[in-house]
């Protein structure tokens, strides 16, 4: 990459080059992309072209915004409203009513195939669903019509991804996710609650720089953060091998930091990198287990907001057996009866023996000493 | 003519056929050991790599056979010939005791086929507080060997070899004596580099001092109880007077073991333990009393002079001193985790080996002149035919 260019983003992010090649290094780095990819996705952040993004809001807490606008590097306003051209955000934008409307129709039209649709929150279909509307129109309605020209569509959120918190029994409004909606379209799923901000810049990031999405597992989540359990990277793992688990909040254990499997932590089926790259940039131990909670497991589908949080979690890798080792073993061998039995039968004997030629040697005794004297 | 005669009379007895029976179980057990492996004859394990073998055949087995260097300190270094009488027979009991600890240390270590390996210097580890002890150890059984051969020459050799050996042996005798000071501290050492797997009450730095002085009085010990024994058993004259001065020497050394064991305890604020360990206090408590009973009994120079306190005494020393070296290596040696106790094997090896020895000492008193035989012609020529009606 030449000079100008990284003056030219110098000017257009206000970052230094040094701090901005760092910021491509670690992106690549989280996705675990090869050696040379840095350079590669500078090159897609410093290109003129910005991606159109629109970002729908459905049934959501606002969460998912929430953790990406606490994302530092890159910040959300110096990279992404930069990087990408967002023309539709119902948290974000400055315009409002028919006026905003209008540019998203104006921007669907303009990059038809081109944009990268962000849902997020759950999509109501009970009654036609009637219970999320914007503009007038239903959830659904604004879902098809949104993903019918996108590139690609990214459902952010465990709400997006399956229907999350909105979902859950007896699900009064039908919600369910923006896969079980979309079927002709590639969509990438980042649940979590919220999800962790640098799994969804990443995947961004990725489209940009390879102009495809990252490999995803069978739940559309990208492989690169969903595809190890939070039980095998956990900070706490070792409490769990050696049976050392806390039993209760406040109890000696936890507040050692034992194992929260039997607290009900989720870790051990569900699927996350929340303890390799935590939350909030803040240092370790900032993610739900590292401050003493269980994990509810918020990213998997079937776990989080379904089981009870006090619930055992099923061990997906491996079982906890019904004892453990002890820390030290009883090792080699001990007394056995015929040794003991033969080491009794000497020890007698010899007794035995002794005292008898003490006695034998008491009769001659005197002899013994006056011959000693002749 | 020597002063020394063979004892005469049938090696076939009672107490042969039993040594020899017990022997052939060893040499079963032995051979098994070979083939199988050590983990299928003994208890021994990674956590308690010194086993019975060891501890007794070895720890135990040359402490009783410092009988010789005892007795050579006395005859040869402070120059006491009246005690010549008992030298042969000491000698004979360290030279078999120091060869069957020596080969009961093959049958211990695991890769017995590499033992060449100690005499090697290319693979010989000369930091090793162990290679001290074996080299010692095997330097001692030969220069033993080397020691006996006038009792061999007077048997089969010339009068002109005789004198020749005598010409030299003085040079064996002095590395006789050097040697056992050196490696019977050196097995005590041994416990000092166990460190904290030992019990406080017998780990101390003062562990080789305490071996050599107890080795030394369990040395004079072996000598009164295998006198008064061959007395007894043979009806030979008494050796009693001697026995007695020799006692004198086994009471000031318990009195300096024992001194320097109990200050050594109390200097190190350590005791408190003796009451307050268990298992361990009522060890080290029977040890000490067996070590502080021959002090009373021999304290007296009247009763010192009976022949029934000098073999009580020194059977308690012996049994004392052994308990000592039992409870440091394996008693008071705590691996968290590893247990030890005797396999039945390891305990009829042992068996076998004492029984060993006590075959090859009566075929040797029998047919070799060891025993002295100034004393009394009549009682000596009556000695072959009781030799042979009353051995147990």
Redesign the interface.
């Known amino acids: 990459m030449n000079d100008d260019i990284l003056n030219a983003i110098e000017k257009k992010l206000g970052v230094s080059r040094r701090s901005f090649l760092q910021l491509c290094a670690a992106m690549a780095a989280t996705m675990g992309l090869p050696k040379g990819a840095e350079a590669a996705i500078a090159q897609a952040i410093a290109s003129p072209q910005r991606p159109p993004v629109i970002w729908l809001h459905f049934q959501e807490c606002t969460g998912c915004t929430e953790t990406l606008l606490r994302a530092e590097h890159p910040t959300l306003d110096k990279l992404i409203l930069d990087i990408i051209s967002l023309d539709y955000h119902e948290t974000l934008f400055a315009a409002a009513g028919h006026q905003i409307e209008a540019a998203r129709k104006a921007s669907m039209t303009a990059n038809k195939g081109k944009y990268l649709l962000v849902v997020e929150g759950a999509t109501p279909m009970k009654d036609g669903g009637i219970y999320c509307k914007i503009g007038g129109q239903t959830a659904h309605d604004l879902l098809v019509e949104c993903a019918a020209d996108a590139a690609a569509i990214v459902a952010i959120g465990s709400c997006a991804a399956w229907g999350g918190m909105p979902s859950t029994s007896p699900n009064p409004t039908g919600s369910t996710g923006v896969p079980v909606l979309i079927k002709d379209k590639p969509v990438v799923t980042i649940p979590g609650c919220p999800p962790n901000p640098y799994n969804f810049l990443s995947t961004v990031v990725h489209f940009l720089t390879f102009k495809k999405l990252p490999d995803l597992d069978d739940k559309g989540r990208p492989k690169f953060a969903y595809g190890r359990l939070v039980h095998e990277n956990c900070e706490r793992r070792a409490h769990f091998d050696a049976g050392r688990f806390a039993q209760e909040f406040g109890d000696e254990g936890h507040r050692k930091g034992y194992c929260l499997y039997k607290l009900g932590c989720k870790g051990p089926e569900t699927y996350a990198n929340c303890p390799s790259i935590l939350f909030g940039d803040v240092g370790s131990g900032s993610w739900p287990v590292g401050t003493g909670h269980p994990c509810i497991g918020c990213t998997e589908q079937g776990v989080g907001f379904q089981k009870p949080i006090h619930a055992l979690a099923e061990v997906k890798s491996v079982v906890p057996p019904a004892s453990y080792p002890?820390i030290?073993?009883?090792?080699?061998?001990?007394?056995?009866f015929?040794?003991?039995a033969?080491?009794a039968g000497?020890a007698g004997l010899a007794a035995g023996a002794?005292a008898t030629?003490?006695r034998?040697?008491?009769k001659?005794?005197r002899?013994?000493?006056s011959?000693?004297?002749e | 003519m020597s002063k020394y005669a063979p004892l005469g009379g049938s090696l076939i007895t009672r107490t042969t056929v039993i040594a020899g029976t017990l022997v052939a179980i060893m040499a079963g057990l032995v051979l098994y050991r070979f083939v199988f492996g050590l983990g299928a004859v003994t208890h021994m394990s990674n956590g308690y790599p010194w086993g019975l073998w060891i501890v007794y055949d070895v720890m135990i087995g040359t402490a009783f056979a410092c009988g010789g260097y005892a007795m050579a300190l006395v005859v040869y270094v402070f120059n006491k010939g009246e005690y010549h009488p008992l030298v042969r027979p000491a000698l004979l009991a360290s030279m078999f005791g120091y060869t069957l600890g020596g080969v009961s240390v093959i049958f211990d270590i695991g890769r017995y086929w590499n033992a060449w390996h100690l005499v090697t210097p290319g693979y010989a580890n000369p930091t090793s507080v162990m290679l001290e002890v074996a080299l010692c150890i095997m330097a001692y059984v030969l220069v033993m060997w080397i020691e006996f051969t006038p009792v061999f020459a007077e048997k089969w050799a010339n009068a002109e070899t005789k004198r020749k050996i005598n010409k030299v042996l003085f040079v064996f005798i002095a590395v006789g004596v050097l040697l056992p000071t050196m490696h019977q501290s050196s097995l005590g050492g041994m416990m000092v580099a166990y460190g904290y797997w030992i019990h406080p009450l017998w780990q101390t730095d003062l562990v080789p001092l305490l071996y050599l002085i107890s080795a030394l009085a369990m040395g004079y010990s072996i000598v009164v109880f295998e006198a008064t024994l061959v007395t007894s058993v043979y009806k030979r004259p008494s050796e009693g007077h001697l026995l007695a001065s020799i006692s004198t020497y086994i009471l000031w050394l318990l009195v300096a073991y024992l001194v320097i064991r109990w200050a050594d305890i109390a200097v190190q604020g350590k005791l408190g333990l003796v009451a307050t360990s268990g298992r361990l206090s009522v060890m080290f408590l029977l040890e000490n009393l067996l070590l502080g009973l021959p002090v009373l009994l021999l304290a007296g120079a009247a009763r010192r002079a009976k022949a029934q306190i000098q073999f009580i005494s020194a059977v308690c020393m012996l049994a004392g001193a052994g308990l000592y070296r039992i409870d440091g290596y394996l008693v008071a040696y705590n691996r968290p985790g590893w247990h030890y106790f005797p396999s039945l094997g390891e305990v009829m090896v042992t068996v076998g080996i004492i029984a060993f020895e006590v075959l090859a000492y009566i075929v040797f008193v029998k047919r070799l002149p060891v025993l002295h035989a100034a004393a009394s012609p009549k009682d000596n020529q009556r000695a072959p035919h009781l030799a042979a009606t009353t051995n147990k």
């Not at chain 1, 030290?328 to 056995?336: A, I, L, P, R, S």
């Open positions: 002890r030290v073993e009883e090792q080699g061998e001990g007394m056995t015929g040794s003991a033969a080491l000497i002794g030629i003490a034998n040697l008491g001659g005794g002899d013994d000493h011959a000693g004297k």
